[in-house]
């Protein structure tokens, strides 16, 4: 017998760390080759790494849901032969036999499952504290499947972990839990959704193309992700509009641009955010990530009626020329359906410009992992009262309301609330003088 340093196996050419999931051989206990002495997860795969040789296990030197590097001493063994170090590990080594009942068990669990569905679709959630791997967050957010789903979904796995096979099952039996509601079956009282049966009507038929799928599984997603809460407030554009109207052309002229309202928008958007940084920002668990680059979405819809949100990059750090000219760009690649994948990532806060559409307002729902974005209404004259010199007097100003929906998780209605408020001052303070 002698004693050999089991390290962490690479796993992949990217691959530099690993999570260790458990320990499915404890210490002080024996094994035989080719037995499963732990589990380990990548974002890219889970592992199984088994014994080089029959052996007991000594020590072990991190626990479960440790990161680890790769190549680093994970346990000591005590084996009965010498092992080669840089032998490969495979994805998994355990015999047909051990194969052929984990899926008949995978099977027999779906099979349980799918009968419990039939009859109701309800679900009770006994663990809310659950550990899942990195590959499964991986497929989980490719997939648009929440937390609270993913703990829904039967684990076949050591002490109930939830495995890749479990997840892809899950979505080929069509996401059964995707809208279920939980059971209150301590309070009768509690309210229950009805089970209704809804006539939908006949008449033609369209099948959503690809581009409408993913936008319905990411309004779907984010509404069931973030608690949405909505703030309005109302501007007087009315300097910001003649400024415009007058400089327009001359703008154009000087700088090869069109002028439009858009970029204007982005860059007193842009400066709010700076004011208010938190708002910049999106949510990793229990972590909220404050972004340093101010990247401005813009939502577009394309030719076909589908909606899409190019980036102005950097926005706090550029003039208004070359605000206007990314617009322009990125407006014009949109109308010919020639946005590349560059062009439509990054963004870290979007506005949506429904008054182009002839909205008073909106009521957005939140550019996933953002935290918040900004609904602007139509502008329109109106009458309104305003303070001079010589009291308060009716004029017509060219008004607007603005919308901003956050994510009530991580940002109050303080820093909502005074977010929208400093946009619109933006606007209301616009310099008249402006040079171009």
Request: aromatic letters at 6%; hydrophobic letters at 40%; a neutral charge.
């Amino acid at each position: 017998m002698s004693k050999f340093e089991l390290k962490m196996p690479k796993m992949g050419e990217s691959i530099t760390e690993g999570t260790i999931i458990n320990w499915l051989i404890a210490e002080g206990d024996t094994f035989e080759e080719g037995d499963i002495i732990l589990e380990v997860a990548t974002d890219k795969v889970d592992n199984e790494v088994p014994a080089p040789a029959s052996g007991s296990l000594i020590k072990t030197l991190f626990q479960a849901k440790d990161v680890v590097p790769v190549g680093a001493v994970i346990a000591v063994l005590e084996i009965s032969e010498v092992v080669n170090s840089s032998k490969n590990i495979k994805e998994s080594s355990k015999p047909e036999e051990s194969r052929t009942k984990k899926t008949k068990a995978l099977k027999k669990t779906k099979s349980i499952q799918q009968a419990s569905i039939s009859a109701s679709n309800s679900f009770s959630v006994t663990n809310s504290n659950i550990f899942f791997s990195p590959l499964i967050i991986k497929i989980a957010k490719e997939h648009h499947i929440s937390f609270e789903e993913l703990a829904r979904i039967p684990a076949t796995g050591h002490e109930g972990r939830l495995r890749k096979s479990d997840v892809f099952q899950y979505i080929e039996e069509g996401r059964p839990y995707k809208f279920a509601q939980p059971i209150a079956e301590k309070d009768p009282t509690a309210y229950r959704i009805p089970q209704l049966e809804f006539d939908k009507g006949k008449g033609k038929i369209i099948e959503m193309d690809r581009m409408r799928q993913m936008i319905a599984d990411h309004m779907v997603y984010s509404k069931h992700t973030s608690p949405h809460v909505t703030a309005y407030v109302e501007a007087d554009l009315t300097n910001m509009v003649n400024w415009r109207n007058a400089n327009k052309i001359a703008f154009q002229e000087k700088h090869g641009e069109r002028l439009t309202f858009t970029p204007l928008f982005v860059e007193a958007v842009a400066k709010a955010v700076k004011d208010f940084p938190n708002i910049n920002a999106s949510v990793d668990g229990n972590n909220i990530i404050v972004k340093e680059a101010i990247n401005i979405g813009m939502a577009t819809a394309l030719p076909s009626g589908n909606l899409i949100v190019p980036v102005v990059k950097n926005a706090d750090t550029k003039d208004l020329k070359t605000i206007a000219s990314n617009v322009n760009v990125l407006a014009g690649k949109a109308r010919e359906n020639k946005l590349a994948g560059d062009d439509i990532k990054g963004s870290t806060f979007t506005i949506s410009n429904v008054g182009t559409f002839g909205s008073v307002m909106g009521t957005p729902i939140i550019n996933q992992p953002e935290v918040a974005i900004l609904a602007l209404g139509i502008i329109k004259k109106r009458p309104e009262v305003i303070t001079t010199e010589k009291g308060d007097e009716i004029a017509i100003r060219s008004m607007m309301y603005l919308s901003l929906s956050f994510d009530h998780r991580v940002v109050d209605g303080f820093l909502g609330g005074s977010f929208v408020r400093r946009v619109a001052d933006y606007f209301e303070q616009f310099d008249v003088n402006r040079e171009i």
